[in-house]
C-alpha cells in the first residue's frame, strides 16, 4: 500500500511558477513509477508527466514540454512538479499516481488506469 499526499498548489498569475510536491508514505517507494496528472472542471483527467523508479525516464504531454519539469527523490518518498511559465489553460487540480510497474512506455503511462494509487490532489488556479 503507497498513500499519497500532494501540496503545493494554488493561485498565481499567467507566466508565474509553481512547484508540487507528493509525498509518498511506504518503504519501497523507490520500486514505484510516478505520474502527475489534472483535471479540469467538465473534463476528463489527463496525463502531464510521468518519472519511472530511478528517475532516468521522464515523458510529458506535449502541452506542458519545456515549462514542467518531474523529479524524484528516493531518499525523502517525494515526487515532484516544477511548473514554470504558466498559463490560464493549466488550471486544474493536479494528481500525483504511483505505480508498481518498470516498463515506461509513452501509450501506458499515459493512461490513469496503468496506476495504482493516487493522491486526493490539489488545485492549481492560474489567472490571466
Known amino acids: 500500500q503507497v498513500q499519497l499526499v500532494e501540496s503545493g498548489g494554488g493561485l498565481v498569475q499567467a507566466g508565474g511558477s509553481l512547484r508540487l510536491s507528493c509525498a509518498a508514505s511506504?518503504?519501497?517507494?523507490?520500486?514505484?513509477?510516478m505520474g502527475w496528472f489534472r483535471q479540469a472542471p467538465g473534463k476528463e483527467r489527463e496525463f502531464v508527466a510521468h518519472?519511472?523508479?530511478?528517475?532516468?525516464?521522464?515523458y510529458y504531454t506535449d502541452s506542458v514540454k519545456g515549462r514542467f519539469t518531474i523529479s524524484r527523490d528516493n531518499a525523502k518518498n517525494t515526487v515532484y512538479l516544477e511548473m514554470n511559465s504558466l498559463k490560464p489553460e493549466d488550471t486544474a487540480v493536479y494528481y500525483c499516481?504511483?505505480?508498481?510497474?518498470?516498463?515506461?512506455?509513452?501509450?501506458?503511462?499515459?493512461?490513469?488506469?496503468?496506476?495504482?494509487?493516487w493522491g486526493q490532489g490539489t488545485q492549481v488556479t492560474v489567472s490571466s
Open positions: 511506504g518503504r519501497t517507494f523507490s520500486s514505484y513509477a
Open positions: 518519472i519511472n523508479w530511478s528517475g532516468g525516464t521522464k
Open positions: 499516481a504511483a505505480g508498481q510497474f518498470s516498463y515506461s512506455i509513452y501509450a501506458a503511462v499515459r493512461m490513469p488506469s496503468t496506476y495504482d494509487y
